[in-house]
């Protein structure tokens, strides 16, 4: 029996803005002398490992500060899973030799760190379009999408909630490596299921828009593991809302160059 992908319709939502001011985070390094090492060495390495970890903790409140003030959107804007941070200022408050370790230097700081945002997918892009775009409830569409360079690709369906449907890879289609510049089509023909219009429900306009999000990898991500439901099998609503979190969590563990999205939008008239 043929299965059907519910695409959810997502209410017009306008765009919350927000701007990320740099934070002052505190953070203490370390590092231990070898046999072979100069105080200065050590005293160096320290303090870099006291900015590292300042930057790190500045750029987990950008994430969330975002989250909380822009959930709705976050899976529309997934810039904020490639924030990396920049020191701009920085005092030393305190640093010095362990008492019990002497071969233990830390370094305890004060910086003021900005967020950087990278190009992402420099160098990897992926294409995408629907086949029809203009849909009317019930009516079937099929996505193409190429990528610049191998790669492995995540096709997300995104509700105005902030439930995240992930529609490939599933259960039943587990292989999401794709060639260079060849073109694939999804559902495929040996899938069992397809794309179907259909407004969210108790939706009581008569036009709705939608998104699909593909999200393009240079090595294969644990994505899947993160709890997505697949829209393919069942229909998923607001319990699946903090799950755009995790995808994001995720993203931002990776580096920019390695990952790069696309998103493509549709409209559903009754």
């Known amino acids: 029996m043929k299965k059907t992908v519910l695409i959810f319709a997502i209410l017009l939502f306008p765009l919350l803005a927000l701007g990320q001011q740099p934070l002052w985070e505190e953070a203490t390094g370390e590092s231990q002398m070898g046999e072979m090492d100069m105080q200065k060495e050590v005293k160096e390495r320290a303090r870099r490992d006291a900015q590292s970890k300042a930057v790190e903790k500045a750029v987990g409140v950008f994430i969330k500060s975002h989250t909380l003030v822009s959930n709705n959107q ?5 810039i904020f899973a490639a924030v990396r941070g920049k020191i701009e200022k920085m005092s030393v408050l305190q640093e010095g030799w362990d008492e019990r370790d002497r071969s233990i230097y830390r ?8 967020p950087v945002f990278p190009e992402k997918g420099e160098g990897l892009s992926v294409k995408a379009n629907l086949h029809k775009s203009a849909l009317k409830e019930g009516e079937e569409t099929k996505l193409s999408y190429q990528a610049s360079e191998d790669c492995y690709v995540y096709i997300f369906s995104i509700a105005a909630d902030g439930s995240v449907t992930l ?3 599933n259960s039943q289609s587990k292989d999401n490596k794709v060639v260079k510049n060849m073109v694939y089509t999804f559902p495929d023909e040996k899938s069992g299921f397809s794309l179907q219009a259909q407004f969210l429900t108790g939706f009581k306009g008569n036009r709705a828009e939608e ?8 090595k294969e991500e644990a994505l899947i593991p993160l709890g997505f439901q697949e829209g393919a099998f069942k229909i998923y609503d607001a319990g699946s809302t903090g799950m755009i979190n995790d995808l994001v969590k995720k993203l931002s563990r990776i580096e920019p160059t390695d990952w790069t999205d696309e998103t493509v939008a549709y409209s559903i008239t009754r």
């Open 167 to 169: 529609l490939f890879p």
């Open 107 to 114: 370094v305890k700081i004060k910086a003021l760190v900005a």
């Open 74 to 78: 976050l899976a529309e804007d997934l």
């Open 211 to 218: 998104k699909i999000k593909i999200i393009a990898t240079r």
